[in-house]
């Protein structure tokens, strides 16, 4: 299912930033894909450059010299992309993606 994230980034011409995003707790969506897709009225090339996923838990607990989730059901999950401005130009846009 594609989704579209409300908020609107700028990336400065040649540069990459790096965006953090979740839905709401556990936030487990699978696999996602994900690209920048300009403002209209806006002009630059995005691409993605990396997209991960990262395991966190709100209940934690150190066993051996280990660090891990006290349960699985503290456990929940965010996600990130690197979006790359490869235009001459500075360029808004949002997030779009979606699950397999």
């Not at 839905?23 to 696999?31: H, L, T, V, Y």
């Not at 993605?48 to 059901?73: F, L, N």
């Amino acid at each position: 299912m594609g989704w579209t994230m409300n908020d609107t980034f700028y990336v400065a011409p040649g540069q990459t930033i790096n965006i953090w995003f979740a839905w709401e707790r556990p936030g487990n969506r699978g696999a996602q894909w994900v690209m920048g897709h300009p403002e209209p009225g806006e002009y630059g090339t995005l691409s993605t450059e990396r997209v991960g996923k990262k395991a966190r838990c709100t209940i934690a607990q150190v066993a051996g010299g280990k660090y891990s989730c006290g349960a699985p059901s503290s456990a929940y999950w965010e996600y990130f992309t690197d979006i790359r401005n490869f235009d001459s130009n500075a360029c808004k846009f949002k997030l779009d993606g979606g699950g397999v």
